[in-house]
């Protein structure tokens, strides 16, 4: 019971963010020099009445706090408004937002069945040849820039074709069969997941190895190693289950940063996802879209930090102590 408790708890207290981040957003744009109608005005497909539709949806006749009142209201409602093209920002964000969870979901946990047990090794294996090379492959990673490596991967992929560049799907995926659109799909992931998995893998495992070569110097695991544990008892028992914790409170703010780094890479690859389309919709000051966008990226942090709260309550007894304490 004290577990939903304190879920429920939690979701209470993003409410407040997520407002904040509204507000400053909305005002931002809105205080910018830019027509949030001049896209719409300028496509000759966009009908007077749709643009009316608009004008007074977004009250941009009235002051600004009752623009973002009637914006809230609306976002609220879900009529999220239309893009500069003429689409239904909703559509557009249901297209996207998939795409954006799948590339993270997979970077996510490629990154730690890798990263973790990497970072045990190199801690158990201080200062040895094998460390010493982990230590440089990581640093390497960590000091290219995704969209540098992006660009690599996508001249590579053109000049050899080994790899399909450009969306999700291939023009035929329609007509393929179940396991042939897996196959597809997942070609069309490769390069935009070895970028971002070869940028978050390096600073990870450098995190697991700190945090682990900190642990195995703690009093408890010299006194665990003195009553003769076995040292498989020793890493697994008391020093990875004391190191792990902090790597769990890391994972909302790396989905995060997933997210916020992979609109570059997303707009290299042309890769259909949220990200690219936040950097799209700012280049084109798409109001609309950027404010729907921003929304949606902020609930998905959220989200992040949250499912990061739940795993960390499961794992350390001692938050679950705190939570029901609290309550």
């Known amino acids: 019971m004290e577990f939903f408790r304190y879920i429920v708890k939690r979701i209470l207290q993003v409410i407040p963010l997520l407002i904040i981040v509204s507000i400053i957003s909305f005002f931002i744009i809105r205080l910018s020099p830019v027509d949030p109608l001049a896209e719409l005005r300028l496509n000759p497909s966009i009908s007077q009445e749709t643009l009316d539709k608009e004008m007074k949806r977004l009250n941009l006749d009235k002051p600004i706090y009752i623009q973002y009142i009637s914006w809230a209201k609306s976002f609220i409602k879900g009529d999220l408004g239309y893009t500069s093209a003429g689409e239904k920002v909703s559509v557009k964000l249901k297209e996207r937002i998939p795409n954006t969870l799948l590339l993270t979901v997979i970077v996510i946990f490629m990154t730690w069945a890798v990263g973790i047990p990497l970072g045990i090794l190199a801690a158990v294996h201080k200062e040895t040849a094998f460390d010493r090379m982990l230590t440089v492959i990581s640093s ?60 978050s893998l390096s600073g990870l495992q450098r995190q697991m190895r700190a945090n682990m070569l900190e642990v195995l110097d703690s009093d408890y695991v010299k006194f665990a190693r003195a009553k003769g544990l076995s040292e498989g008892k020793v ?90 304490g609290s309550d």
């Open 140 to 199: 390497i990673g960590m000091a290219i820039p995704s969209f540098f490596f992006a660009i690599l991967l996508l001249i590579f992929a053109v000049k050899t074709g080994w790899f399909p560049v450009g969306g999700l799907t291939s023009w035929n995926f329609s007509e393929m069969s179940f396991l042939g659109k897996i196959l597809d799909i997942s070609k069309h992931l490769v390069l935009p997941v070895i970028v971002l998995f070869t940028i």
């Open 235 to 324: 890493l697994f028992k008391h020093a990875l289950r004391n190191a792990i914790n902090p790597m769990i409170t890391l994972l909302g703010f790396e989905f995060a940063g997933l997210l916020s780094g992979a609109a570059l890479t997303e707009y290299v690859f042309q890769y259909p996802g949220l990200g690219r389309l936040i950097l799209e919709a700012v280049m084109k000051s798409d109001i609309n879209l950027v404010m729907a966008s921003l929304m949606m990226g902020t609930i998905m942090l959220i989200l992040g930090n949250l499912i990061a709260d739940i795993l960390l309550m499961i794992t350390d007894p001692r938050v679950r102590g705190g939570a029901n």
